[in-house]
């Protein structure tokens, strides 16, 4: 039985030496440069760079892992991993070096984790040697391009001596609602969320076989949780072929994944909503035509709320290229339980819930629009409009693992319907935060009246519904105006609704303190820049569209120009410091400053 995802990367390399292990499309194009690495010559490199570590002496010590996108990145990964390396993936140096955000990130991140090496591509170590007046504790590190390292020096590599309770990396969470902290995954966490992926995902022997070993494509960031976990280490834990470009290669034309997808026809592929979103911004007669979808059969959208109205317009729009409803595949899951925690079921379509009553609000928290009472899942009689306010079911929990509603304050599980904290158990949690027992035990150490063991608090809000996930919101993002509870996405998905000019997935509602008359919500959004005249009737069909769905009487609604919304590393709003910009006046407003 496989110990680590270091074992089965052997059992791999010796029964399938040629096979191709992960594809990587220079240009983001499939007719361009391409780059690919088998499961023989992955191996030989791993154990060069976990070599390398060995002989220095850095077995149990931690390595930040600074690449750009592409194979390099995962031998240097799983090279710490056969090394007894801890692993932590980190964003690497880029655009200019007036990047104060980025380099405090990685300030942060070296002192946190007390980084004794830095692995990186050649091009990162030499940017890093121009860095010395920024970043001073890299005198104190040794930088390597894993490039350099000869494959000769596999032949020194000794088999690390790792136990599931091991560490294999620190995750650093991507800090949306708190300073990032290190999640120290084990490498049982990874075999065990990994099993979880494979089933719930579908991947069985079968499968594989149906698909010739093709199962991913990707551009998501490896150094990403999603990124991470999902397409790079499932495709080594199963033996598959993963074919990766990079993000700002999707971003730049998205069409790009859509065309992978057509070219390689893997089983699964997927990202956060907005990533569908721009595909339907791109979706050109052309691009329709020239596509087939058919093969595509896990389309996974996670990591940011998944909107209705998105999985309804993306299925109508590439239908016409063979793309299924059932393929639409809503999940969720965190970095603190390894990756996910809760998928939707394969070959069925998504459930939906419409809300056909307003809950009362509580002091637990329950529902409002989203509690969805006497909703269950969308057959077809409701409106359009109806079905895109819909809450989405993020499908049900992998086995092995628990997920509850609890009243964090009672320390008590809600009955199904309520909303609540999403509590999670089971062998994929995490050990805890890398050096921060008070956190830890905050956030992994939680216990619940009537059931034994110990819950990961995961600070989001849901309810469940026939055993499935319904996610509603954060907990710390609550609104609480006038006595009752208001969730921001709900809020933000109604503006959105309101004009062809907001940006899905680019808007952030908080409250501000209005004095005498109490909490008050502020809504901030990115417009297209082609509707700048349109200010005044944005803001009024806003205003308009947030006072008929939720009852409530907006402060003020800003406008900002198109990226300028604080987004973390993962694409999630930063509400918090959405807020903090709008009370220092330091938002990137259309058409002026912002009223108070």
Same mark, same amino acid.
């Given at each position: 039985?496989?110990?680590?995802?270091?074992?089965?990367?052997?059992?791999?390399?010796?029964?399938?030496?040629?096979?191709?292990?992960?594809?990587?499309?220079?240009?983001?194009?499939?007719?361009?440069?391409?780059?690919?690495?088998?499961?023989?010559?992955?191996?030989?490199?791993?154990?060069?760079?976990?070599?390398?570590?060995?002989?220095?002496?850095?077995?149990?010590?931690?390595?930040?892992?600074?690449?750009?996108?592409?194979?390099?990145?995962?031998?240097?990964?799983?090279?710490?991993?056969?090394?007894?390396?801890?692993?932590?993936?980190?964003?690497?140096?880029?655009?200019?070096?007036?990047?104060?955000?980025?380099?405090?990130?990685?300030?942060?991140?070296?002192?946190?984790?007390?980084?004794?090496?830095?692995?990186?591509?050649?091009?990162?170590?030499?940017?890093?040697?121009?860095?010395?007046?920024?970043?001073?504790?890299?005198?104190?590190?040794?930088?390597?391009?894993?490039?350099?390292?000869?494959?000769?020096?596999?032949?020194?590599?000794?088999?690390?001596?790792?136990?599931?309770?091991?560490?294999?990396?620190?995750?650093?969470?991507?800090?949306?609602?708190?300073?990032?902290?290190?999640?120290?995954?084990?490498?049982?966490?990874?075999?065990?969320?990994?099993?979880?992926?494979?089933?719930?995902?579908?991947?069985?022997?079968?499968?594989?076989?149906?698909?010739?070993?093709?199962?991913?494509?990707?551009?998501?960031?490896?150094?990403?949780?999603?990124?991470?976990?999902?397409?790079?280490?499932?495709?080594?834990?199963?033996?598959?072929?993963?074919?990766?470009?990079?993000?700002?290669?999707?971003?730049?034309?998205?069409?790009?994944?859509?065309?992978?997808?057509?070219?390689?026809?893997?089983?699964?592929?997927?990202?956060?909503?907005?990533?569908?979103?721009?595909?339907?911004?791109?979706?050109?007669?052309?691009?329709?035509?020239?596509?087939?979808?058919?093969?595509?059969?896990?389309?996974?959208?996670?990591?940011?709320?998944?909107?209705?109205?998105?999985?309804?317009?993306?299925?109508?729009?590439?239908?016409?290229?063979?793309?299924?409803?059932?393929?639409?595949?809503?999940?969720?899951?965190?970095?603190?339980?390894?990756?996910?925690?809760?998928?939707?079921?394969?070959?069925?379509?998504?459930?939906? %819930? +419409? @809300? *056909? =009553? /307003? $809950? &009362?609000?509580? %002091? +637990? @928290? *329950? =529902? /409002? $629009? &989203?509690?969805? %009472?006497?909703?269950?899942?969308? $057959?077809?009689?409701?409106?359009?409009?109806?079905?895109? $306010?819909?809450?989405?079911?993020?499908?049900?929990?992998?086995?092995?693992?628990?997920?509850?509603?609890?009243?964090?304050?009672?320390?008590?599980?809600?009955?199904?319907?309520?909303?609540?904290?999403?509590?999670?158990?089971?062998?994929?949690?995490?050990?805890?935060?890398?050096?921060?027992?008070?956190?830890?035990?905050?956030?992994?150490?939680?216990?619940?009246?009537?059931?034994?063991?110990?819950?990961?608090?995961?600070?989001?809000?849901?309810?469940?519904?026939?055993?499935?996930?319904?996610?509603?919101?954060?907990?710390?993002?609550?609104?609480?105006?006038?006595?009752?509870?208001?969730?921001?996405?709900?809020?933000?998905?109604?503006?959105?609704?309101?004009?062809?000019?907001?940006?899905?997935?680019?808007?952030?509602?908080?409250?501000?303190?209005?004095?005498?008359?109490?909490?008050?919500?502020?809504?901030?959004?990115?417009?297209?820049?082609?509707?700048?005249?349109?200010?005044?009737?944005?803001?009024?069909?806003?205003?308009?569209?947030?006072?008929?769905?939720?009852?409530?009487?907006?402060?003020?609604?800003?406008?900002?120009?198109?990226?300028?919304?604080?987004?973390?590393?993962?694409?999630?709003?930063?509400?918090?410091?959405?807020?903090?910009?709008?009370?220092?006046?330091?938002?990137?407003?259309?058409?002026?400053?912002?009223?108070?």
């Amino acid at each position: 039985m496989a110990r680590s995802l270091v074992d089965l990367l052997t059992t791999h390399a010796s029964r399938q030496p040629d096979r191709t292990a992960y594809r990587y499309l220079v240009t983001g194009d499939c007719d361009g440069e391409i780059q690919d690495i088998s499961y023989g010559r992955l191996a030989e490199r791993s154990r060069a760079v976990a070599a390398w570590l060995q002989e220095r002496g850095l077995a149990g010590s931690r390595a930040m892992l600074l690449y750009p996108p592409g194979i390099e990145f995962i031998c240097g990964y799983l090279g710490c991993l056969s090394a007894g390396v801890v692993a932590v993936p980190g964003l690497p140096p880029q655009g200019r070096l007036q990047n104060h955000r980025a380099l405090l990130r990685m300030k942060r991140l070296i002192a946190d984790a007390d980084a004794k090496v830095i692995l990186g591509g050649r091009e990162v170590i030499a940017a890093l040697a121009t860095m010395s007046e920024h970043l001073p504790e890299l005198a104190e590190i040794t930088c390597v391009a894993t490039e350099d390292i000869p494959d000769e020096a596999a032949g020194s590599w000794r088999e690390p001596d790792l136990t599931a309770d091991s560490v294999a990396f620190l995750q650093y969470t991507s800090g949306s609602t708190s300073a990032p902290r290190g999640v120290m995954v084990t490498h049982g966490n990874l075999l065990d969320n990994e099993r979880v992926i494979t089933e719930r995902m579908g991947h069985t022997p079968d499968v594989i076989e149906e698909y010739d070993h093709e199962l991913f494509v990707s551009w998501l960031p490896v150094y990403h949780d999603m990124g991470l976990i999902g397409p790079v280490l499932n495709a080594v834990y199963l033996g598959v072929t993963a074919t990766l470009f990079s993000p700002l290669h999707f971003l730049q034309r998205p069409e790009r994944w859509l065309t992978a997808i057509d070219r390689y026809r893997p089983h699964t592929s997927g990202g956060p909503n907005f990533a569908y979103e721009l595909c339907l911004k791109h979706a050109t007669p052309d691009l329709l035509d020239g596509l087939d979808l058919s093969r595509w059969k896990v389309a996974f959208n996670g990591a940011e709320p998944v909107r209705a109205a998105t999985l309804r317009r993306f299925t109508e729009t590439f239908g016409a290229a063979g793309f299924r409803r059932e393929a639409l595949y809503p999940c969720y899951g965190l970095a603190e339980a390894t990756l996910i925690v809760t998928g939707s079921s394969v070959q069925a379509p998504p459930t939906l %819930a +419409t @809300a *056909t =009553a /307003t $809950a &009362t609000a509580t %002091a +637990t @928290a *329950t =529902a /409002t $629009a &989203t509690d969805g %009472a006497g909703g269950g899942p969308h $057959a077809g009689s409701a409106d359009v409009g109806s079905v895109d $306010a819909a809450a989405v079911g993020c499908g049900r929990p992998g086995p092995g693992i628990t997920v509850v509603i609890a009243d964090p304050e009672r320390q008590e599980e809600l009955p199904e319907g309520e909303v609540g904290e999403i509590w999670v158990s089971g062998a994929s949690v995490a050990k805890g935060y890398w050096r921060n027992a008070l956190a830890t035990r905050q956030t992994f150490r939680a216990t619940l009246r009537g059931r034994e063991g110990r819950f990961l608090r995961t600070g989001d809000l849901g309810f469940l519904r026939d055993g499935e996930l319904f996610v509603t919101g954060r907990l710390k993002d609550l609104m609480v105006i006038d006595g009752r509870n208001h969730y921001p996405q709900d809020l933000e998905l109604s503006a959105e609704m309101s004009h062809w000019a907001l940006r899905p997935g680019c808007t952030a509602a908080f409250s501000v303190d209005g004095g005498s008359e109490g909490e008050q919500p502020v809504v901030v959004a990115e417009t297209a820049p082609e509707a700048a005249g349109e200010s005044e009737k944005i803001i009024d069909l806003i205003r308009g569209a947030i006072g008929e769905a939720h009852g409530l009487p907006v402060r003020d609604v800003v406008l900002v120009h198109p990226g300028t919304i604080p987004k973390t590393s993962s694409g999630k709003i930063q509400r918090r410091a959405s807020r903090a910009a709008y009370l220092d006046g330091t938002l990137s407003l259309v058409g002026g400053p912002a009223t108070r």
